[in-house]
């Protein structure tokens, strides 16, 4: 269970990060130039808020499913966060695009599958 607990504090910090640098990026560059950035958030932080909450409510038991604690609404909205902004596939798909982009240089990619003489 401590791993749960570790593992959580650990997500929260890269997710918490990440946010800031994005605003940092805003701030200095523009919402275009931090396009990447946004969607990495945006797939990120509801399947984070999901998971976590998911592994505080297996800490709780069955309490943790029960209206006794917030764990279960938290969950449902997570979950729903997921959808409310595009599914995670179309922010994950912008990510892999932008990645593609930057690294689309052939002759940079040359360097790395020249053969050692």
């Not at 999901?50 to 997570?78: C, E, K, N, Y």
């Not at 922010?91 to 695009?97: E, I, M, P, T």
Request: aromatic share 6%; glycine share 6%; no cysteine.
């Amino acid at each position: 269970m401590t791993d749960w607990i570790a593992r959580s504090r650990i997500e929260i910090e890269q997710a918490r990060l990440l946010g800031l640098k994005t605003g940092w990026l805003i701030d200095e560059r523009g919402t275009q130039s931090a396009r990447k950035e946004i969607a990495m958030i945006k797939a990120l932080v509801p399947n984070l808020h999901v998971t976590v909450i998911d592994r505080a409510m297996q800490l709780f038991g069955a309490m943790g499913i029960s209206p006794d604690t917030p764990l279960a609404d938290h969950w449902t909205w997570g979950r729903a966060l997921r959808y409310a902004d595009g599914p995670d596939e179309v922010h994950l798909r912008s990510v892999a695009r932008s990645e593609l982009n930057e690294h689309n240089d052939v002759e940079a990619a040359a360097a790395y599958l020249t053969p050692f003489d």
